[in-house]
C-alpha cells in the first residue's frame, strides 16, 4: 500500500507495519523468504499469524471495530488472482489460494464455524442457527485478459468527462456506459497498467463487512454459509 491515504491509513496495514519494524519480525521474515520450497508456505502461515494478532488486538474488550468493505476492498485486489484458462486445475491458479489463506485467517479470527479450503480452493465457513440458510458467495479469481499482479487501487473523485488513469489510459463514457452518472463521486480505479479485480473482490468485500457487521450489531439471522 504506496499510492494512497486510505491504504496507508488501513487499521490492519498500521498493524502490520509495526510489527515489521521489529527486529523480531525481521528475523522471521528473512528465515522464510530464504526457505526455498516452503517459502509461500510459511509466508502465508506467518501472515496468518499477524492477521491472527491484529484481529485479537481488536476483540480485546469484548468490542469490534468493524473493517468497511472499501478498506478489505483496497487490501484484496493487491492479492495476485488471475486465472488461466489453459491449466486444466481447479483453481486454475495456485495463487488464489493465497487470498484464500488470508481470508481462512479472517473468518476464523471472527470466530465463524467449519472454516476450511477444499481441493478446488474454495474457502467456506458457516454462521451456525437453528432457522433457514442462506449462502452468501463470490470468487477470487480475476480475468486473465489484462494483468492482476502489482494491482494499485487509488481513490479519486470523478469530476466528469474523461478520467485518465495514467498517460495512455483513459476512462470514458463510450468504454465505461454509465461513468456520467458518477459525477461528483469517489471511485476505485488502478492506475492503468492492471485490471482492478472488482469482479469478484467487491463481492468478497462485501461479504466478509456484512460477517463483521452481523457480530457487531449482534443481528438475529439463520444459518450462513460463506
Given at each position: 500500500?504506496?499510492?494512497?491515504?486510505?491504504?496507508?491509513?488501513?487499521?490492519?496495514m498500521?498493524h502490520?507495519?509495526?510489527l515489521?519494524?521489529?527486529?523480531?519480525?525481521?528475523?522471521k521474515s528473512?528465515?522464510y523468504l530464504?526457505d526455498?520450497?516452503?517459502a509461500?508456505?510459511?509466508?502465508?502461515?506467518?501472515?496468518?499469524?499477524?492477521?491472527?494478532?491484529?484481529?485479537?488486538?481488536?476483540?480485546?474488550?469484548?468490542?469490534?471495530?468493524?473493517?468497511?468493505a472499501?478498506?478489505?476492498?483496497?487490501?484484496?485486489?493487491?492479492?495476485y488472482t488471475?486465472s488461466?484458462?489453459?491449466?486444466?486445475?481447479?483453481?486454475?491458479?495456485?495463487?488464489?489460494?493465497?487470498?484464500?489463506?488470508?481470508?481462512?485467517?479472517?473468518l476464523?479470527?471472527?470466530?465463524l464455524?467449519?472454516v476450511?479450503?477444499?481441493?478446488?480452493?474454495?474457502?467456506?465457513?458457516?454462521?451456525?442457527?437453528?432457522?433457514?440458510?442462506?449462502?452468501?458467495?463470490?470468487?477470487?479469481?480475476?480475468?486473465?485478459?489484462?494483468?492482476?499482479?502489482?494491482?494499485?487501487?487509488?481513490?479519486?473523485r470523478?469530476?466528469g468527462?474523461?478520467?485518465k488513469?495514467?498517460?495512455?489510459?483513459s476512462?470514458?463514457?463510450a468504454?465505461?456506459?454509465?461513468?456520467?452518472?458518477?459525477?461528483?463521486?469517489?471511485l476505485?480505479?488502478?492506475?492503468?497498467?492492471t485490471?482492478?479485480?472488482?469482479?469478484?473482490?467487491a463481492?468478497?468485500?462485501?461479504?466478509?463487512?456484512?460477517?463483521?457487521?452481523?457480530?457487531?450489531?449482534?443481528?438475529?439471522?439463520?444459518?450462513?454459509?460463506?
Amino acid at each position: 500500500y504506496t499510492t494512497s491515504d486510505e491504504c496507508r491509513q488501513n487499521p490492519l496495514m498500521t498493524h502490520l507495519r509495526k510489527l515489521a519494524s521489529s527486529r523480531s519480525y525481521r528475523k522471521k521474515s528473512g528465515e522464510y523468504l530464504c526457505d526455498g520450497t516452503n517459502a509461500a508456505l510459511h509466508r502465508a502461515a506467518f501472515c496468518g499469524t499477524l492477521i491472527e494478532q491484529y484481529y485479537a488486538a481488536r476483540l480485546q474488550g469484548g468490542t469490534l471495530e468493524m473493517e468497511s468493505a472499501k478498506s478489505r476492498f483496497l487490501r484484496y485486489v493487491t492479492y495476485y488472482t488471475t486465472s488461466d484458462d489453459f491449466t486444466g486445475t481447479s483453481p486454475s491458479t495456485e495463487r488464489q489460494k493465497d487470498l484464500g489463506n488470508v481470508l481462512m485467517q479472517e473468518l476464523e479470527a471472527l470466530r465463524l464455524e467449519d472454516v476450511h479450503m477444499d481441493d478446488c480452493g474454495n474457502v467456506l465457513a458457516t454462521f451456525p442457527r437453528s432457522f433457514c440458510l442462506i449462502a452468501l458467495i463470490a470468487h477470487m479469481d480475476t480475468a486473465p485478459g489484462a494483468s492482476g499482479e502489482n494491482v494499485k487501487p487509488r481513490l479519486v473523485r470523478y469530476e466528469g468527462g474523461e478520467l485518465k488513469l495514467n498517460d495512455d489510459i483513459s476512462l470514458t463514457e463510450a468504454l465505461c456506459p454509465g461513468l456520467k452518472d458518477h459525477v461528483g463521486d469517489e471511485l476505485i480505479v488502478t492506475d492503468g497498467t492492471t485490471l482492478l479485480g472488482a469482479d469478484d473482490k467487491a463481492g468478497i468485500a462485501e461479504i466478509m463487512a456484512a460477517v463483521e457487521t452481523i457480530l457487531e450489531k449482534n443481528l438475529r439471522h439463520g444459518e450462513v454459509r460463506v
